[in-house]
């Protein structure tokens, strides 16, 4: 049965477009900012204010940075009183940052299958962005970091790292090795007025959302037939977090039928309440603002 349930959500998204989601595109967009300049050889925002982690605080306290480089401050335990307030000790659950972001009228964005050219397409414009990798190629243990800055010359991306400190560099070739643990998620948060902006940026390194979040469901859909674990080990839910997944990728392709079920699935499967609560408040918020969306 639930071999046929995973399966079924696939089917079903191969039938969705082609659109961009604009995931957070409210109102008051500039149309002048709806350009993305080319990315440059090197790059840098920063640096961004440097948060030293508490335990497993990782994502909190790189939303935290990434908000102070948009003049809103607020310290890591603030950021986590929200966003871990399921009150796993092993880390933070992503879903619930659109909806806190939108409490500081900020927009967000939660991607898969990203690629180094658009890390860099939106550093150089002024982005920065959260990705979810290993900590290192020695250390498999799930981590989040900001990236502020990139260079060429030397093969590195840059970042604020929360647990391995200010101005940490990573090559190329290991940064690949250790993003593709998660499929290369990738979360943005920006001015909701900038959305047009985001959007051509986003697209302009060839990016696709909707081939990247369909890859993502059949990534999700193999684990689930072959009762792999997606997610540090100890979350509380294992299936579950793959349902969970799938419910974002679908709700970004527009298939809110799917993303409900596949969130009942998760629920079922033991997932926290409180991070379910978090999609099934972005579906509703998708069906309030049906105009924020293509």
């Known amino acids: 049965m639930r071999k046929s349930f995973a399966a079924s959500l696939f089917a079903a998204l191969v039938l969705l477009g082609g659109a961009l989601p604009a ?27 440097f948060i030293s982690q508490t335990m497993n605080n990782c994502g909190p306290a790189s939303v935290a940075e990434v908000l102070d480089f948009w003049g809103i ?14 009150g796993n000790t092993h880390g933070m659950a992503p879903f619930g940052i659109p909806g806190y972001a939108r409490g500081f009228g900020l927009a967000a964005f939660m991607g898969a299958g990203g690629t180094d050219a658009l890390i860099k397409a939106l550093v150089s414009n002024g982005f920065p ?23 060429d010359a030397r ?8 647990y ?5 560099a990573i090559g190329y070739d ?25 959007n051509a940026i986003v697209t302009s390194p060839g990016w696709d959302p909707t081939s990247a979040y369909m890859a993502d469901v059949a990534i ?15 979350w509380g839910f294992r299936r579950g977090y793959s349902a969970l997944s799938m419910a974002w990728d679908n709700l970004q392709l527009g ?18 309440l409180v991070v379910t609560g978090w999609i099934a408040g972005e579906i509703r918020f998708r069906q309030s603002q049906p105009a924020a969306y293509p």
């Open 164 to 168: 391995l400190g200010p101005n940490h």
């Open 220 to 234: 999700q859909q193999a684990r689930l037939n072959g009762g792999q674990i997606n997610g540090p080990q100890g």
């Open 73 to 86: 401050h607020k310290t890591q335990g603030e950021v986590q009183s929200v966003l871990r307030a399921d």
């Open 255 to 272: 298939d809110l039928a799917s993303a409900q079920r596949a969130l009942d699935f998760a629920r079922a499967e033991g997932a926290s």
């Open 129 to 151: 962005v959260i990705v979810s990798q290993w900590v290192s190629l020695s250390d498999h243990y799930g981590h989040y970091r900001p990236i502020e800055a990139y260079d």
């Open 23 to 49: 995931y957070a595109a409210l109102d008051g967009t500039d149309p002048s900012q709806a350009t993305a300049a080319v990315a440059a050889p090197r790059a840098s925002l920063g640096p961004l204010v």
């Open 155 to 162: 093969g590195v991306f840059i970042s604020s790292d929360p």
């Open 174 to 198: 290991e940064f690949d090795k250790i993003w593709a643990s998660s499929n290369n998620r990738f979360y943005v948060i920006y001015p909701a007025a900038r959305q047009q902006q985001f």
